[in-house]
Structures are given as structure tokens and as C-alpha cells.
Nanobody, 124 residues
Framework: QVQLVQSGGGLVQPGGSLRLSCAAS????????MAWYRRPPGAAPETHGEVIAHEFSGGITNYQNSVKGRFTISRDYAKNTVYLQMNSLKPEDTAVYYC??????????????WGQGTQVTVSS
């Protein structure tokens, strides 16, 4: 009923920038929060890793210390889309990035949904 489709990512040199997008679609009544997670190399493949940026309704944001000042999460409420602007990328930012959203449906249910994941590799 709900899909989160990610775009962006790829290979970038250290110091470079990338922007990830994540668009939610389906029988959405309300999106309460949206967030970005990342799973570094070597982590358990069945996990989504750790949250690095979180956007709460009303524009309140929260960041993991390792990305604070370099990454920016933003949300387009009209498009049900969340973005992650990543600047000053470092090799340690290499990971699979996932978006997630806590979504309420028109049938009254509420659940967390995940994007398909996208690889970001920072290397020279």
C-alpha cells in the first residue's frame, strides 16, 4: 500500500557532495516523521544500520554527531519526499543508505516503511 522509492547515491571523491531523495506514495493520510539510516560495510546485511538524520513534523531535525554540520535533511511535504544533502563527504561515510518513514494510512493503521537502499561510496 505504501512505497518509499530512493534515488541518488553513487561514487564520489572525498570532499564531494551527493543528494539522496526518497519519495513516499500510496494510501498515505499522514507522514509523522522521516529519517535516514546507513549501514556501513561489514555490518549485518539484514539491518538498516544506525539513524543519522531525523526530520520530525514541524521541521524539527536531529543529527548523529558524525554527520552534524555536513549533512542536511529536508522534507517536501507536498511531494511526500525527504532529501539528504551530503557535503564534505569522507571515506567513512561509505555505506548503504536507507530512508524510513512513520506513516499513517487512511484505514487508521500506522507503521514504519523503508526505502530500498542506495549505495554511497566515498573514495578517490
Amino acid at each position: 500500500q505504501v512505497q518509499l522509492v530512493q534515488s541518488g547515491g553513487g561514487l564520489v571523491q572525498p570532499g564531494g557532495s551527493l543528494r539522496l531523495s526518497c519519495a513516499a506514495s500510496g494510501s498515505i493520510q499522514n507522514i509523522y516523521t522521516m529519517a535516514w539510516y546507513r549501514r556501513p560495510p561489514g555490518a549485518a546485511p539484514e539491518t538498516h544500520g544506525e539513524v543519522i538524520a531525523h526530520e520530525f513534523s514541524g521541521g524539527i531535525t536531529n543529527y548523529q554527531n558524525s554527520v552534524k554540520g555536513r549533512f542536511t535533511i529536508s522534507r517536501d511535504y507536498a511531494k511526500n519526499t525527504v532529501y539528504l544533502q551530503m557535503n564534505s563527504l569522507k571515506p567513512e561515510d561509505t555505506a548503504v543508505y536507507y530512508c524510513s518513514a512513520l506513516i499513517g494510512l487512511w484505514d487508521g493503521t500506522r507503521d514504519t516503511y523503508w526505502g530500498q537502499g542506495t549505495q554511497v561510496t566515498v573514495s578517490s
